[in-house]
């Protein structure tokens, strides 16, 4: 690659990894690897290299001496080389085919899509475990021929591609485990059901962000489309109806959900969104992360049909039904005020005179006798609280501090003052 501002894969890994910038460490879990000597390679004893090596936003645009690439990383394991600026597949190709034990490889923020990928330049990326691709661009060409060459993918990361449709080929990737297709512009169902076409062992589904509108498929066709996957991620999709939700239960073996940001649970509370889901889902045991009890799905899935209790039956759902036969029928849960009491109606007894009053619960008992005074003709200083709890077995208690909120005293209405004069 003729650009002047380019930079080679070894150049940079040199850079990097010199002693000056990389000090050679010892100790359990360092993964520093210094490989024996080979000929013609003086900069073999300057480098400790770890299996992990990180060289995104270095400017790289090719690979550059193949021998050296081979002779420095032959322990490499995991490579990020995003945010560069390869454009050609043959040279990333001349990086990966010298790197024998590679399993991830981070290609994302990289301009690929300005070159074709060629069947014999694939192959090279074979021990590949995890790709990224994430913003790349990268056609589905592309994406075809790295499944052809790739038998042993489990994770593949296409994020940000811009993709509105789905290629689908022939071949089935029966490895792929896990697939990241988040923040592109899958609207349609038609395009998400071919993943699980390409896909039949997949376990994990990460589509957020692509304002999925529906999920349109008969239940025994889901169930065949994605036999094995186990979560499924629809944040902030473009989900608008229950019926979606239910849809979820034809997936034979999933357990895991994220369904934040969608515009079906907008309308309702935070408790109310998650209590209502859990509800229809009986098969999933964690939902936006957080892991569902079976004590919070039985709560759930009493709320639902207390929820519903009052829908005309053409409007109540099926797990309504469901969950009736299952509790019976509930009635609405008392409605109960937890905040305190603000005031109450108390008898304030002094000398043989009773009078009933309203005294607010939020005052001090400072306060209290300031609004006495007037009452008991006492100044503030020559009188004696006590509270009598009515329902108490013992008896009355000195209001002996000032500065003591009246609530404390759990006064309520009924109880009784006695005012006494210190000089009596």
């Not at 071949?171 to 390409?198: A, F, P, Y």
């Not at 004590?295 to 409007?315: A, C, K, Q």
Request: charged letters at 25%; one cysteine or more.
């Amino acid at each position: 690659m003729d650009q002047p501002s380019g930079r080679s894969f070894m150049q940079v890994l040199c850079e990097k990894y010199s002693p000056e910038n990389f000090p050679y460490r010892r100790g359990p879990g360092m993964g520093v690897h210094v490989p024996a000597t080979p000929q013609g390679s003086p900069m073999k004893d300057r480098l400790n290299l770890p299996s992990v090596l990180v060289l995104n936003s270095c400017g790289i645009t090719c690979a550059g001496d193949e021998k050296e690439i081979a002779a420095f990383c032959a322990h490499v394991s995991e490579l990020d080389l995003s945010d560069n600026k390869l454009e050609d597949w043959h040279e990333v190709s001349k990086i990966v085919s010298n790197v024998p034990q590679l399993e991830f490889l981070n290609l994302s923020s990289n301009p690929l899509n300005l070159s074709v990928l060629e069947r014999t330049c694939a192959g090279s990326f074979s021990g590949v475990r995890k790709l990224v691709l994430n913003n790349s661009k990268a056609s589905w060409e592309t994406v075809h021929t790295i499944l052809q060459e790739l038998p042993d993918l489990e994770e593949l990361f296409l994020c940000l591609n811009d993709y509105k449709t789905v290629s689908c080929p022939s071949i089935r990737c029966h490895s792929l485990k896990l697939l990241h297709i988040t923040d592109n512009n899958l609207q349609d169902w038609t395009e998400i059901r071919k993943l699980g076409v390409m896909f039949p062992s997949l376990d994990t589904l990460v589509l957020a962000n692509n304002h999925l509108n529906a999920i349109e498929e008969p239940d025994d066709s889901l169930a065949r489309l994605f036999p094995n996957l186990r979560s499924i991620s629809l944040h902030k999709s473009g989900l608008q109806s229950w019926e979606d939700i239910d849809k979820l239960n034809s997936f034979p073996k999933l357990e895991e959900v994220r369904l934040l940001g969608i515009p079906l649970l907008q309308p309702y509370t935070t408790e109310e969104r998650r209590k209502l889901v859990i509800a229809r889902l009986p098969s999933v045991s964690k939902l936006n992360g957080s892991v569902v009890t079976e004590g919070e799905r039985e709560d759930s899935e009493r709320f639902f049909i207390r929820y519903y209790v009052d829908v005309p039956e053409e409007e109540v759902p099926f797990r309504y039904h469901e969950l009736i036969t299952k509790y019976g029928k509930l009635e609405p849960l008392a409605e109960v005020d937890l905040r305190p009491q603000s005031s109450a109606k108390v008898e304030v007894h002094f000398n043989d005179q009773v009078e009933e009053m309203s005294i607010r619960l939020d005052q001090t008992v400072a306060e209290l006798k300031k609004q006495l005074k007037t009452l008991v003709q006492l100044p503030t200083s020559n009188m004696l609280l006590y509270y009598f709890d009515h329902e108490a077995p013992f008896g009355p208690e000195e209001m002996k501090y000032s500065s003591r909120a009246l609530h404390s005293f759990g006064i309520r209405d009924g109880d009784k003052i006695y005012v006494e004069s210190k000089t009596k």
